[in-house]
């Protein structure tokens, strides 16, 4: 067979090899897991490797593309084709806030809401859960069933799994292939954008406004080749967007004509979101689906626990793959949920969270809209001001005594703005923060719009 030999810098060598596209990209990506072909390593012009290798530069080419689309690659081979640099496989994480500075910037929510555990846990049976057992603890299994019956879904298939971002790392691990675009609101949550690139997946931004992903965004990124579509149905961070019944339905339309594609929802905030769950797989389901629903802003963040529901064959591979991993979710966390879920105290603790955190985010919207300041966030724990410089203006804040987070890590082509997390946020304050906002506004430039 014949081979070509990759120099780099250093003089190492490495034998790129094949005869087909499909040897040839498998031979270079194989270099750049072992190591081999560095992130930055120069590939050779497509002809080149094509006449060392014997075959065509059309050969080559595909490679090439093929490299590329599953994220191996940047550039063209003409202009030059070099190895991408790989993300750092650890989120990002925002500075820790000083002492005797207010935290609104860690999107939390306030322990003050949540229910009381220590009651709960103390009256909670404990008995050995043994191999072999179902992963979903039946009780648990039903009142899920009920939950997501009563909003529309359709829970005949249903497993449990470590949170909502456990949910959709497994949903997409499951039905996507490196390289797949996948259409994600912008701005967006950062861990997901975060997860995707490190998955070698594709993020093709979708903007949004109060009610969701604009239709135009998404038919544009549909256009583009996407397998899978995320949307956060309410509480949607960093903006606080939710979806109305009639932004689902334009967003169903154009989801209709593309059946093959994946259609996910991150139901984060679930109970407390402030806003009723207007979802795309509500009623009659796209033909793939899974909607995953956590607990951890109403109940708490510790209870590492989301139901996912979905078509049989996205929620069987889920479940499948769980199996071959951790098996199951502890079931002294699920049945933590049960009593928390069964509970009727439960029900006038989740109502009253919700009531204070939509009084804080109304109070704080109505503040900035007092003073000029153009701010979105119909429902969650996030409001999110649009801003000309957001370095400077987290840092101006900052030295005022507020904690809040630039948008940078949230956003792929959407104006800079920074987020303010509500959560503990008191009535108070928010009329203090807007004053400092405002004059911190006044000094680096006023909101865009403004």
């Known amino acids: 067979m014949y081979h070509y030999n990759l120099y780099d810098v250093t003089g190492l060598t490495y034998r790129i090899e094949g005869r087909t596209a499909a040897e040839i990209a498998a031979s270079v990506e194989g270099g750049i897991r072992r190591g081999a072909l560095p992130a930055g390593a120069r590939l050779p012009p497509i002809r080149q490797l094509a006449q060392g290798l014997g075959v065509s530069p059309a050969t080559v080419t595909a490679a090439y593309r093929t490299l590329r689309g599953r994220g191996w690659l940047t550039g063209s081979g003409r202009q030059g084709t070099a190895v991408r640099p790989r993300p750092a496989l650890i989120g990002r994480r925002p500075a820790p806030v000083p002492p005797g500075v207010r935290d609104l910037a860690s999107g939390n929510p306030d322990p003050r809401l949540l229910p009381d555990l220590a009651p709960v846990l103390r009256a909670l049976p404990v008995w050995p859960r043994l191999y072999g057992a179902p992963a979903v603890l039946p009780e648990l299994g039903e009142h899920a069933r009920r939950q997501l019956a009563a909003d529309g879904f359709d829970a005949s298939h249903l497993t449990v799994t470590s949170g909502a971002l456990d949910a959709l790392e497994r949903v997409l691990a499951a039905e996507l292939h490196p390289g797949d675009r996948v259409a994600v609101e912008d701005p967006g949550y950062t861990a997901l954008l975060d997860l ?188 999110w001001v649009p801003v000309r410089e957001e370095t400077a203006t987290v840092q101006s804040l900052l030295a005022r005594g507020w904690a809040v987070r630039a948008g940078e890590t949230f956003r792929l082509a959407s104006p800079p703005a920074v987020r303010i997390t509500i959560a503990t946020l008191r009535p108070a304050e928010a009329e203090r923060l807007t004053a400092d906002l405002a004059a911190v506004l006044a000094g680096t430039g006023r909101t865009p719009g403004a």
């Open 196 to 383: 995707l690139v490190a998955m070698g997946l594709r993020p093709e931004p979708m903007a949004l406004d109060d009610e969701g992903p604009l239709p135009a965004a998404l038919a544009a990124a549909l256009a583009r080749g996407c397998a899978a579509c995320v949307v956060t149905p309410r509480a949607q961070n960093p903006t606080g967007a939710a979806l109305t019944p009639a932004r689902a339905r334009a967003l169903r339309a154009l989801l209709d004509r593309y059946p093959e594609v994946l259609v996910v929802e991150d139901d984060h905030a679930g109970a407390v979101a402030g806003a009723a769950a207007a979802g795309l797989c509500a009623g009659r389901p796209p033909q793939r689906w899974a909607v995953a629903r956590s607990v951890a802003k109403s109940l708490g963040p510790d209870l590492r626990l989301a139901v996912l529901a979905g078509d049989a064959r996205t929620v069987g591979r889920v479940a499948d793959r769980i199996l071959l991993g951790p098996e199951w979710v502890s079931h002294l966390l699920q049945r933590a949920v049960v009593r928390l879920w069964a509970d009727p105290g439960t029900a006038s603790t989740l109502a009253h969270a919700t009531a204070t955190y939509r009084a804080r985010r109304t109070g704080l919207l109505r503040a900035l809209t007092r003073r000029g300041i153009p701010a979105c966030g119909r429902s969650g724990l996030n409001v």
